[in-house]
């Protein structure tokens, strides 16, 4: 008796992610590779689509993530802030971080010289001790005709960025 052996179908070859599309941005990031600029915008779109469609799932999930991520999200809405009003002023303006600012300058207050508390509130309505907590200071003033970079920016206490002006 012969038996029937079934045909092995041959495997269609696997369909590759294109660049420029959602899947493309994909397998840039599984390859861990620089991600092209076509593939970005594609995967936004894709991301915004969905949110669109979702909104309220996408809000739950915003809201646990700030939830989840004050400190982050503090910082996010700062630098947000900061380069409205540097685009506002006309003025050149760079990205930057309280850490990048930290490291290059160190954590003494340019002003009076004395160290920072880097744990201390950054703002009077946020607890005790805001006075000797971290603001980043404009040497020279946006207004005066200062830039928004790294150059002009210097760790200052509160107390001291918030009284040199007077």
Known sequence: MELDTPEIKAKSPRKVAECGTAAGYQRHRAKKEETCAPCKAANTAARKAWAEKNRERHNEISYAW????????????????????ARKLSV??????????LEK???????????????????????AGWEKGLHLDHVISLYAGGTDTIENIRPAHVRCNMVKGK
């Open 105 to 127: 300058y160190g954590s003494d207050c340019h002003i009076c010289h004395e160290e920072i508390d880097l744990t201390a509130p950054q703002h009077p309505m946020m607890g």
């Open 92 to 101: 050149e303006s760079e990205p930057y971080t309280q850490e990048l600012i």
């Open 66 to 85: 700030v939830a989840r991520n004050p400190e982050k999200f503090n910082a996010h809405m700062r630098n947000i802030s900061r380069r409205r009003r």
